[in-house]
Structure formats: C-alpha cells, structure tokens
C-alpha cells in the first residue's frame, strides 16, 4: 500500500494475495494461530485429542482479554504496521530514486549511516530524559556490565543494516518482507540446531506458506 501511495508501484491480485499469505504464514510461525483443532481435523488421532484438551486447559486459565484490547492492543499494532511500511517505502524511493522530483538513486551505505546515526541520536534523547537511566549512569557508569562480547550483537547489527539498504535499493521493501520472514524461519532451523529440538508444525506450516506465497509474488507482477 505505501509503495503504490509513494512511488506508484502496484500489486497484481495474485501478488496481493500472495502477501496477504506471506501475512498468514509470519502469523504462523510466530504461534499466533493455534493449528492443534487443524491438525485434529485432519487425523490427529488421540495424541492431538491430548493436545488440544492441554491447550483448552491452558487457555482457561489465562484470564479473559481486556475490553480495551482494540484501543491498547490491535489499533497500535496497526498503526506500528503502516508506519514501517511508510517508512520502507520512503527509504526505497530515496534509494531508488525517481518519485516526483526525479532524483537519482542514494548511495545505500551512506543512507544506512545516516539511520543508525539518527536512531543512536534518538537513542540518546530518550536514555537523557529518562530518571532511571540517568541514575543508572551516575551510580554505576555508561559502560558497566559491558565485556568484549558486547562487540558482537553490535558487530552483527551493523552489518544487517548494511544488508537491509542493499536489499531495499535493489530488490525493495516488499521483497524485504519475504526476507524477513525467511529469517524468521532461519532463526528457527539454528534454535532447532542448538538446542537439539524439533521444528514445531506451526514452523512446517509457515515454511510452505512463505514458499507459496514468495512464488506466486516472483512468477505473476503487474502488467500494466
């Protein structure tokens, strides 16, 4: 949607249904949508029957949603949703060029050394204005608990964002969303690795879900 608001760029239906099943598989994989009635429609058998009635038990004790859960939960959510997406698609129209002024395409390197400049600077305002962080700093110093390792999420963020530019100036920010999933699903297969566990059926669900829906995006653009 912001793509075609900002730069023009349309969807084919197929494509928009395939990002709508890219939506249903990150749903997926995050567990959002308990699958366990699914999988017992199809032949789950007794061990799904044991299953879902663990399931209903542990829903009956979460207590009830809040009546509120529109305004504080659902609305904010979209909101969080449309700003990214505005946000991507600005960044691919400055890295890309064109737009109506016509200008050329940004150097990605130097646009991500701007974004990481501007959030460290936004980063900043915030600790500032915090009380909290403020006494943190005058008791215990900016750099305690930091060790060497502290290097390498920041090391491996960096060159993610590096990663992102580059991706966003040649493939743009929808083909980004396919790689956003597909981490999501990396990140599954290393826990899985890692801590010798199995993928979850929502993981295998998901999986083929982001697969379908990346084809049917590549295979079938708009022709105007």
Request: a positive charge.
């Amino acid at each position: 949607l912001c793509c075609f608001l900002i730069m023009g760029r349309r969807q084919s239906v197929v494509q928009v249904g395939a990002l709508v099943l890219l939506l249903a598989s990150s749903v997926v994989i995050e567990g959002t949508v308990n699958l366990d009635p699914l999988f017992r429609f199809f032949g789950g058998g007794r061990e799904g029957d044991a299953a879902a009635d663990a399931a209903q038990d542990d829903a009956a004790a979460v207590p009830p949603p809040s009546k509120n859960r529109l305004r504080s939960g659902v609305l904010p959510v979209l909101g969080a949703s449309f700003i990214s997406g505005l946000a991507g698609a600005l960044a691919q129209r400055s890295l890309q060029g064109g737009g109506l002024a016509g200008l050329p395409g940004r150097n990605s390197q130097l646009f991500t050394m701007e974004i990481s400049f501007f959030s460290a600077l936004t980063l900043a305002l915030s600790m500032a204005t915090s009380k909290k962080d403020r006494a943190d700093f005058r008791e215990k110093g900016f750099f305690h608990d930091w060790t060497p390792w502290v290097a390498l999420p920041i090391s491996v963020n960096a060159a993610g964002g590096v990663l992102v530019g580059l991706v966003t100036k040649h493939a743009g920010s929808v083909r980004k969303g396919f790689s956003l999933i597909g981490g999501l699903l990396l990140t599954g297969v290393i826990q899985a690795v890692l801590e010798r566990k199995n993928l979850t059926r929502e993981q295998y669900v998901g999986s083929i879900l982001a697969m379908i829906s990346m084809y049917l995006h590549l295979m079938y653009p708009y022709i105007g």
